[in-house]
């Protein structure tokens, strides 16, 4: 008999698998734009993976990722992922001196959307936009702008276009 906790660590596990299968896909035009996702463990708070750009030449580029999945689906508008973060797991993503991102997954419908996460982020939240969708289009846009991240000589202040502009307090 499986228990209300089991089927929560099962969807979270379904949702880490579409996450790596949703990241690694290949782009049309580019070719695979990220190696597989490396798990860091369940006891690593807040950061779920190390994902690696691929044909960065001499550079290395990465990002880390928290992995948020749910069964409950989306908002009455239909364009937020009812996905909660806590307030600490935003402040460490955030501290981290590397991008770093929340993915939320929609477990029902195996569909993922990510967003990033900076110093001007707010706290916790209940919900992602839709605006940013694991597609080949916004993993080129991901891979761009990590890469510009790491080729820039200043890396004090790290900006996204796969910003949240609407996270709020809870």
């Not at 070719?31 to 690593?44: A, M, N, S, V, Y």
């Amino acid at each position: 008999m499986r228990t209300d906790s089991g089927d929560h660590d099962l969807v979270a596990a379904r949702g880490e698998a579409l996450f790596c299968v949703l990241i690694s896909r290949e782009h049309p035009t580019r070719g695979f734009l990220f190696d597989i996702p490396r798990h860091l463990g369940e006891k690593k708070r807040s950061v779920d993976y190390f994902v690696e750009v691929l044909e960065s030449g001499d550079l290395l580029s990465y990002f880390f990722v928290q992995v948020k999945t749910t069964r409950r689906g989306y908002t009455r508008d239909g364009r937020r992922l009812k996905v909660r973060v806590s307030r600490s797991d935003i402040e460490r993503l955030a501290s981290y001196p590397a991008p770093a991102y929340v993915v939320g997954i929609d477990e029902v419908a195996e569909r993922g959307y990510i967003v990033s996460v900076g110093s001007g982020t707010g706290g916790a939240f209940s919900s992602i936009c839709t605006d940013y969708p694991l597609i080949p289009e916004i993993l080129a846009t991901l891979r761009d702008e990590v890469e510009a991240y790491w080729r820039s000589k200043d890396r004090s202040v790290f900006r996204s276009e796969l910003a949240d502009p609407r996270w709020r307090e809870e």
